[in-house]
């Protein structure tokens, strides 16, 4: 009994040591403020990982805290309204992972897909990526202007995870569909 107590307490310690984050680390991400969310999107969420470790989840609770941007996609004309990437990152992910050697992944594991864009695309001024609502609201997608990332085709539907890789740790492919430039 006693070593079931103290192995529990041991776990209990080992998870809140893993769940602390480091000066140096991404902020939590804060909470929406008041408005209330498209009741569709509860169910989606979108893991944010950095460098392959799980680092928070973004949900309608809380990507409605980020700015929204739009851009006019070019196949159909149509504005696109979302979540803007940029800031999203800067807000969560510590500077010192972003760097011109920085890829950012957007993975759809429901699709088997996924798209590979560089820090500096996404930063770039007249860059919009975005997070977005589907058109009927069931779960999110990864969508922008950029050369290369501009059509549907392109597009990431489904999105389950956002990925930031440094340099360091950029394996490349994970043997999945993938939109590259």
Same mark, same amino acid.
């Given at each position: 009994?006693f070593?079931l107590?103290? *192995?529990?307490?041991? $776990?209990?310690?080992?998870?809140?040591v893993?769940?602390?984050?480091?000066?140096g680390?991404?902020?939590?991400?804060?909470?929406?403020?008041?408005?209330g969310?498209p009741?569709?999107?509860?169910?989606?969420?979108?893991?944010?990982?950095?460098?392959?470790?799980?680092?928070?989840?973004l949900?309608? &609770? =809380?990507?409605? &805290?980020?700015?929204?941007?739009?851009f006019?996609?070019?196949?159909?004309?149509?504005?696109?309204?979302?979540r803007?990437?940029?800031?999203?990152?800067?807000?969560?992910?510590?500077?010192?992972?972003?760097? #011109?050697?920085?890829?950012?992944?957007?993975? $759809?594991?429901?699709?088997? %897909?996924?798209?590979?864009?560089?820090?500096?695309? *996404?930063?770039? %001024?007249? #860059?919009?990526?975005? *997070?977005?609502?589907?058109g009927?609201?069931?779960?999110?997608?990864?969508?922008?202007?950029?050369?290369?990332? $501009? $059509?549907?085709?392109?597009?990431?539907?489904?999105v389950?995870?956002?990925?930031?890789? &440094?340099?360091?740790? =950029? %394996?490349?492919?994970?043997?999945?569909?993938?939109t590259?430039r």
């Amino acid at each position: 009994m006693f070593l079931l107590i103290v *192995i529990g307490v041991v $776990s209990l310690l080992s998870f809140g040591v893993r769940g602390r984050r480091s000066p140096g680390k991404p902020q939590q991400v804060p909470s929406a403020s008041g408005t209330g969310t498209p009741a569709k999107q509860e169910g989606s969420r979108i893991r944010l990982l950095i460098d392959g470790h799980e680092e928070t989840a973004l949900d309608a &609770s =809380n990507l409605g &805290s980020f700015p929204q941007s739009s851009f006019t996609d070019e196949e159909r004309k149509e504005p696109q309204t979302g979540r803007a990437v940029r800031e999203m990152l800067r807000c969560l992910v510590g500077k010192d992972v972003l760097s #011109a050697d920085t890829m950012v992944v957007f993975r $759809s594991d429901i699709r088997n %897909k996924r798209a590979r864009l560089t820090w500096p695309e *996404i930063e770039a %001024k007249d #860059a919009t990526v975005l *997070i977005c609502p589907s058109g009927d609201g069931t779960h999110y997608k990864a969508c922008g202007n950029i050369k290369g990332f $501009s $059509s549907r085709r392109e597009w990431v539907q489904w999105v389950t995870s956002v990925e930031v890789v &440094s340099k360091a740790n =950029n %394996k490349g492919d994970r043997g999945m569909e993938e939109t590259w430039r």
